[in-house]
């Protein structure tokens, strides 16, 4: 039977969405007759995790539904019998790359990919914990129902599961290797108050993150999708697209990857930095392999802790960090861009050896860019006034560190994508539930 990975990584409360993530679990087992591994990567604080463990032993048993709550500990251990299963020489550099004190968003959906490989797994289903599912007719609408119908099958044979077919027919005979939509509501809290305090402000902030280059038409275009999601009009009717997915397009808490993918590239393991997480569908659109992009949209909402003062400044370093790594990432996309089909191997498998060498080179990038960068953050800032000359003076205060890590990140995403394949390897048949369990835990991990 076929095994797939629904994944919801957390630290902090989401009772709520747990047992929703559950009933969309159970559906794609009973609607397409899979195994669904629902994974809850769980870092949470003390109170939380026990709020999780009851919540997780309170769900109802499903067919075809195995589920894994795993918390630090249990993670840590997982990953280290991996890791030194591996035999790599930086054994602990990688375990904390893998598991970083700090938030990273690529870390916690690489873990994921690591536990489903040792699960037997053919693809991996992200969500989150901010997030919740539209309704139609009363009824949620889950994305894992495009995801289930396409990933894994040549482009050729998904064409008859979708409503729209852009596909270069040279793609044809390619696997369908990612399935992905946006959120519907509200458009990033952490950007949308600039808009509307300053929209020039707005338009030089987030310009920073447009590829330089671009057609000025192109880059207004940008400037105005950036963080918007999928807009605002309530799900109908489906509609579902073969195509060479736009990474624009898509949110990483409602997408999908085969591991085709990720079974040979993780993610970037940046701490406390938003958008590198977005690196896999860069590299499946430049790599020319097939995708659907679907319009069942995830319900977006901000919890308070991201409207408080230490919220706000806590995220307006991860954005400023994403936007010191856009450099990086956008010398390695255009080698991407540049490769094209070179990036796949005779089996039509992504190439990781070609991938590491350009994470190699963005790490050397001259460091004068990102300091400018840095100094249009700090002036239109302090224009703003308020929360955000304080995160100016925050980001004035890392100036060095800010501009170091912005080489150091790319550096460690080398080592991570040199050591991957051997991790990934040694990942299968590794047990995922290496220490005892606690009482209160339900007994449903095998």
Request: glycine fraction near 8%; proline fraction near 6%.
């Amino acid at each position: 039977m076929r095994r797939v990975c629904l994944t919801l990584p957390t630290n902090r409360a989401c009772t709520a969405t747990i047992a929703a993530v559950a009933e969309e679990a159970a559906y794609g087992a009973r609607e397409f007759g899979v195994e669904v591994h629902l994974l809850v990567l769980d870092s949470s604080a003390p109170a939380d995790l026990a709020a999780h463990r009851t919540a997780v032993a309170a769900l109802p048993p499903a067919p075809g539904v195995v589920v894994h709550h795993l918390d630090e500990e249990r993670q840590r251990a997982f990953l280290r019998a991996v890791v030194t299963a591996s035999g790599a020489a930086e054994a602990d550099r990688l375990l904390d790359l893998m598991l970083p004190a700090g938030v990273s968003y690529g870390a916690c959906t690489n873990r994921a990919f690591l536990v489903a490989e040792a699960l037997g797994c053919a693809s991996v289903h992200r969500r989150d914990s901010d997030s919740r599912y539209q309704l139609l007719d009363g009824k949620p609408v889950f994305p894992l129902h495009h995801e289930l119908a396409v990933l894994g099958r040549r482009a050729a044979d998904a064409a008859d599961a979708v409503t729209r077919r852009r596909l270069d027919p040279g793609c044809a005979e390619r696997t369908v290797v990612l399935a992905g939509a946006s959120f519907i509501g509200e458009p990033s809290v952490d950007v949308a108050e600039i808009r509307d305090l300053d929209p020039e402000a707005y338009d030089e902030v987030v310009g920073l993150s447009v590829p330089s280059g671009h057609p000025e038409i192109w880059r207004r275009n940008l400037i105005d999708e950036a963080f918007r999601g999928g807009g605002t009009t309530p799900f109908t009717t489906d509609v579902a697209t073969l195509t060479l997915v736009s990474p624009t397009r898509v949110d990483m808490c409602n997408v999908a990857l085969g591991r085709e993918v990720y079974g040979r590239v993780p993610l970037p393991p940046a701490t406390d930095t938003i958008g590198t997480d977005y690196f896999l569908l860069h590299l499946v659109r430049h790599a020319r392999l097939p995708g659907v992009l679907h319009n069942r949209h995830i319900v977006n909402y901000y919890t308070g802790e991201r409207r408080s003062d230490e919220g706000f400044l806590a995220y307006q370093l991860r954005f400023a960090k994403y936007l010191l790594a856009v450099p990086h990432l956008e010398a390695v996309y255009t080698g991407l861009a540049e490769a094209g089909d070179a990036l796949l191997d005779a089996g039509g498998l992504v190439r990781p050896d070609a991938v590491a060498a350009l994470l190699r080179e963005s790490a050397l990038i001259d460091p004068a860019g990102n300091a400018a960068r840095l100094d249009v953050l700090d002036r239109r800032y302090r224009s703003l006034g308020g929360r955000y000359a304080a995160a100016a003076d925050r980001f004035a205060a890392l100036r060095d560190p800010l501009l170091a890590a912005a080489r150091s990140d790319m550096e460690d995403f080398a080592l991570l994508a040199d050591a991957w394949g051997s991790l990934t390897a040694h990942a299968k048949g590794t047990a995922v539930n290496l220490l005892p369990r606690p009482r209160t835990a339900p007994a449903v991990t095998p």
